[in-house]
C-alpha cells in the first residue's frame, strides 16, 4: 500500500514559503525523533537547501536514546546542519535553539540585522507544542492530530529574533513506502489517507524485530521467550485484540479497534521509548525507494511513447 496525503492547504503552504525563503536566514525543520527521517521533508529540502539548517528531533523523551543519538551525528555530519535532541514541552533545552541559530548565522543579530527564522516540519511533529515553549505563552494551537495548523504567522522571540511559522507540510508523493507507514503510524498523515489495520500490522513488524520486550511487556500474551518476535504478524494483532477484549460476535477479532489500540499506544509512548529507523536502515530505504521511481517514471515514459507511435504523433 503506497500512502499518500498532500492536502490543498499543503499546496498554499508550499508557496508561502517558496516566497518567505528568501527572506530568511535560518531554517529550523522540526522531526519526530522515533522517525528523524522519514519525518524530513524532501520537498523542503528544495525549497530551502540553499539555507543553513537547525534540525530538531522533538519528542526525544519518547524516542530510543541510542538511536537518537545516531541520528544527531548522522544530521551534525551533513553541511550547514546542525541537530539537537529536544523534548519541546521542557522550556530549558527549548532556549537553546536561539544560539543554535545565532551559530549557523552568526552574522544576524541586533536591529540592524535581526534574525529570521523559518519553523517548519511535518504535521504533529510537536512544532506548535514547541513555539509555545519558546514564547512562554499560547502562540500556537496544538493537538494530537495532523494538520492543526492552517496559516503562517511571524512570532517574535526577541527584539532582534522574529520567527515564521508555517503549517505541517508534507510532499506530493511519498517514494519511501517504509517512510508512509512509519509517518501514519505516527500521526503525521489524515486518518482518511490509509489503512489503519495495514499500518499496524507494519507497525508490528518493526517492533517485533527491535522492541519484542516492548510487546510483551505491554499486552502480556504469556509467550515463551522469543515467540513474539517470530509471530506472524496478523496472529499477533488478533491475540493482542483477544487479550484487549477487542470483540465482535462469534468470537471474531475486531482487527481494526486493535490496530487502534496499538497505533495509540505508540504514540502515546504506553510501549515505550521507540525509534522506528536508523540512519544505515533509512539510506537503504530511500535508495530502494529512488531505483523503484526511477522504473515507474521509464515504465509511464515507455507507455507516453508507445501512444504518441500509436495515434501517429511525430516525436520532437
Same mark, same amino acid.
Given at each position: ?127 506548535? *507544542?514547541?513555539?509555545?515553549?519558546? /514564547?512562554?505563552? #499560547?502562540? +500556537?494551537?496544538? %493537538?494530537?492530530?495532523?494538520?492543526? &495548523?492552517?496559516? !503562517? ?104 479497534? *486493535?490496530?487502534?489500540?496499538?497505533? /495509540?499506544?505508540? #504514540?502515546? +509512548?504506553?510501549? %515505550?521509548?521507540?525509534?522506528?529507523? &536508523?540512519?544505515? !536502515? ?35
Amino acid at each position: 500500500m503506497a500512502i499518500q496525503w498532500f492536502p490543498g492547504h499543503m499546496h498554499l503552504t508550499k508557496k508561502a514559503i517558496t516566497e518567505r525563503i528568501k527572506d530568511i536566514d535560518v531554517v529550523i525543520e522540526v522531526l519526530d525523533a522515533r522517525l528523524p527521517g522519514s519525518s524530513a521533508n524532501p520537498l523542503l529540502a528544495e525549497l530551502t537547501g540553499h539555507k543553513p539548517t537547525l534540525k530538531v528531533l522533538n519528542k526525544q523523551d519518547v524516542a530510543d536514546p541510542e538511536r537518537t543519538a545516531l541520528w544527531v551525528d548522522w544530521y551534525n555530519a551533513q553541511s550547514a546542519t546542525r541537530a539537537v535532541g529536544l523534548d519541546a514541552s521542557d522550556p530549558a533545552p527549548a532556549r537553546k535553539l536561539i544560539d543554535a541559530c545565532h551559530l549557523l548565522a552568526p552574522n544576524r543579530g541586533g536591529m540592524a540585522k535581526p534574525m529570521r527564522v523559518l519553523i517548519c516540519g511535518v504535521p504533529n511533529v510537536g512544532k506548535s *507544542t514547541l513555539i509555545n515553549t519558546l /514564547t512562554n505563552k #499560547r502562540q +500556537a494551537k496544538t %493537538g494530537d492530530e495532523a494538520g492543526i &495548523t492552517k496559516l !503562517e504567522q511571524r512570532i517574535t522571540l526577541a527584539d532582534d529574533f522574529y520567527l515564521w511559522d508555517t503549517p505541517g507540510m508534507l510532499w506530493p508523493r511519498i517514494v519511501v513506502v517504509e517512510s508512509g507507514y512509519n509517518l501514519a503510524a505516527s500521526g503525521a498523515i489524515g486518518r482518511n489517507a490509509y489503512d489503519e489495520e495495514l499500518v499496524a500490522l507494519e507497525l508490528l513488524r518493526r517492533l517485533q524485530t527491535h522492541y519484542a520486550p516492548l510487546l510483551e511487556a505491554r499486552y502480556k500474551l504469556g509467550l515463551p521467550a522469543g515467540a513474539m518476535a517470530s509471530m506472524h504478524d496478523e496472529d499477533l494483532l488478533a491475540a493482542i485484540g483477544k487479550k484487549r477484549g477487542a470483540m465482535l460476535g462469534g468470537g471474531r477479532v475486531n482487527l481494526q479497534k *486493535t490496530a487502534e489500540i496499538v497505533m /495509540t499506544d505508540f #504514540r502515546t +509512548a504506553i510501549l %515505550g521509548r521507540i525509534t522506528l529507523e &536508523t540512519p544505515a !536502515e533509512f539510506e537503504v530505504w530511500r535508495a530502494a525507494g529512488a531505483l523503484a521511481d526511477a522504473e515507474r517514471e521509464a515504465k509511464k515514459q515507455a507507455r507516453e511513447n508507445r501512444k504518441k507511435k500509436g495515434s501517429g504523433t511525430r516525436e520532437p
